[in-house]
């Protein structure tokens, strides 16, 4: 529960600091994984570290700050920058209307623009499809290394699970729920993505 000092609201905790800024993340479309651990706990400690200039809504500045610096025309371009042509090597590899080629691209746009870093991808697959997506995503990601390429590391691929079943159906504080998921990761420049993937049918 948090509290109020001199008017100024503090989290209980870092672990309360911690749950209300994730949330706050979710809320804003800003994910975590775009700042550095220690940025990310010197934040955690503004929530609720009782000072003059501290506070939950400082902290949350501080995250708007972050994410309005990361989000800039020049930092977009950099980013751009660094990942374009590996990006279009591993589109043509795929192929750019594949499933596969799709989920690079919305990586790499997401990357681009400072996307959440956790995602669900549009298209629904059955079992089937989703087991042949998640075999050629890993051998995406031994072709990569093969040719090395730097900034597309740690291609995985995770087993269908019931998300519901296992108390995940509810996504952060949105509407949107979950049932059968599997899932692919990638990490793009250092920023893990989960990619979630609906599972219908058989």
């Known amino acids: 529960m948090t509290k109020k000092i001199k008017g ?4 209980d905790d870092e672990a309360e600091a911690t749950r209300l800024l994730t949330a706050y993340c979710v809320e804003t479309g800003f994910s975590p994984e775009w ?4 940025t ?5 400690r503004i929530a609720c570290s009782v000072a003059a200039s501290n506070g939950l809504q400082a902290a949350m500045g501080t ?3 972050d994410a309005q610096a990361l989000r800039s025309a020049a ?4 980013r751009l920058g660094r990942i374009k042509v590996e990006s279009e090597q591993l589109i043509a ?4 209307s594949s499933n596969l080629g799709k989920i690079i691209g919305r990586c790499r746009d997401a990357y681009v623009a400072v996307a959440p870093a956790d995602f669900t991808y549009g298209a629904s697959l059955t079992r089937i499809e989703f087991d042949n997506l998640a075999d050629d995503w890993r051998d995406l990601g031994t072709w990569a290394g093969r040719r090395q390429i ?11 699970e019931d998300k519901a079943a296992k108390g995940k159906g509810q996504t952060g504080d ?3 729920t979950r049932g059968l998921q599997g899932n692919v990761l990638v990490t793009v420049a250092g920023v893990r993505f989960n990619v979630h993937i609906n599972i219908t049918g058989k």
């Open 8 to 11: 100024v609201e503090y989290a």
């Open 35 to 38: 700042i550095s651990k220690d």
């Open 40 to 44: 990310w706990d010197t934040t955690v």
């Open 63 to 65: 995250l708007d700050a």
């Open 75 to 78: 930092r977009r371009e950099e």
């Open 93 to 96: 590899e795929a192929k750019a």
């Open 150 to 160: 730097a900034q597309f590391r740690s291609f995985t691929a995770l087993d269908v």
């Open 174 to 176: 949105t509407l949107e």
